[in-house]
């Protein structure tokens, strides 16, 4: 816990938004919100050819990261700065919202931040 609050730390300080490490790149999560994510005006990245469990990933290991929402057809990977979804800021799609709350503690293996 206290490498991934560490790697977070030095992404600030450094203004970046991605975090490049080896290794084990996925993460558990609970999905807060089924076939709604928020507006796409409202993502901040899109990642293709990915896991849930490594776009959960992406989403704790970036600062600027509030929410991530998961496009299984597509395996796409949508990172948000908000973490709600509600009627004004959503439509329904096949997308699943994932907060960065409802992640499981994400191990950082190397640093620095490149």
Do not use: W
Not at 59 to 65: D, F, K, L, P
Request: aromatic residues 10%.
């Amino acid at each position: 816990m206290m490498r991934v609050l560490t790697a977070i730390l030095i992404a600030t300080v450094f203004n970046t938004t991605d975090v490049k490490c080896k290794g084990f790149e996925e993460a558990d999560f609970n999905v807060f919100r089924f076939n709604q994510c928020p507006l796409a005006s409202l993502r901040i990245h899109l990642l293709f050819d990915l896991t849930p469990r490594q776009c959960a990933y992406k989403c704790a290991a970036r600062a600027s990261c509030k929410g991530a929402g998961y496009s299984p057809g597509f395996k796409c990977c949508e990172i948000f700065d908000v973490d709600e979804v509600n009627s004004t800021n959503s439509y329904d799609r096949r997308c699943n919202f994932i907060r960065k709350s409802d992640i499981s503690a994400v191990e950082v293996n190397t640093l620095p931040i490149i």
